[in-house]
């Protein structure tokens, strides 16, 4: 082999390298990754069903002001800590109940960061509002988490109606 062909087969080799390792890295999730992130969505779920001034979600929710929030009846995007600690304070004067669960859950993690689509759904009675009515939940979610200090912690929220 010459100088010129051995030089163009490294090359390649270099390059095929080059696309396979970033690639492979980004597919990678270590075992204890996935369980903090799941454990994140749990705790975030148990959190949704408590009624409170608020305490359930900050523990589960970072701190930043980064953070987002995009509920069902949404008009805009809730944006930092601050903001959310006051939204979840206010969203739960208006239930009685709010039990939700979340299926066909597919997490995927590239290094701290997680996200988490799914659906959430909730028959009619497991949601009450103070004001009597009973609605059905029917959701398509995207959860973000991100590893802070060593805690998986959920950084954003946006659920929509799922399309009929």
């Known amino acids: 082999m010459n100088r010129r062909s051995m ?3 490294i090359s390649t080799a270099f390059a095929w390298l080059w696309i396979a390792l970033p690639a492979s ?7 204890e990754d996935m369980e903090g992130a799941k454990a994140a969505s749990k705790a975030f779920y148990a959190a949704l069903a408590v009624i409170d001034n608020g305490e359930a979600m900050e523990k589960v929710w970072a701190h930043t002001p980064y953070v987002t929030y995009v509920g069902p009846r949404a008009k805009s995007i809730i944006v930092g800590w601050d903001a959310q600690k006051k939204y979840w304070v206010d969203a739960n004067k208006l239930f009685l109940q709010r039990n939700v669960t979340l299926s066909d859950q597919q997490i995927h ?28 939940t029917d ?26």
């Open 25 to 31: 890295n980004a597919i990678a999730q270590p075992a």
């Open 7 to 9: 030089l163009a087969l």
């Open 139 to 164: 959701l398509i979610v995207t959860n973000v988490y991100e590893k802070l200090d060593g805690r998986w912690l959920i950084v954003s929220h946006h659920v929509q109606p799922k399309p009929q």
């Open 109 to 136: 993690i590239n290094g701290n960061l997680a996200w988490e689509m799914g659906q959430e759904t909730g028959d009619v009675g497991d949601v009450k509002m103070k004001d009597g009515s009973t609605p059905k």
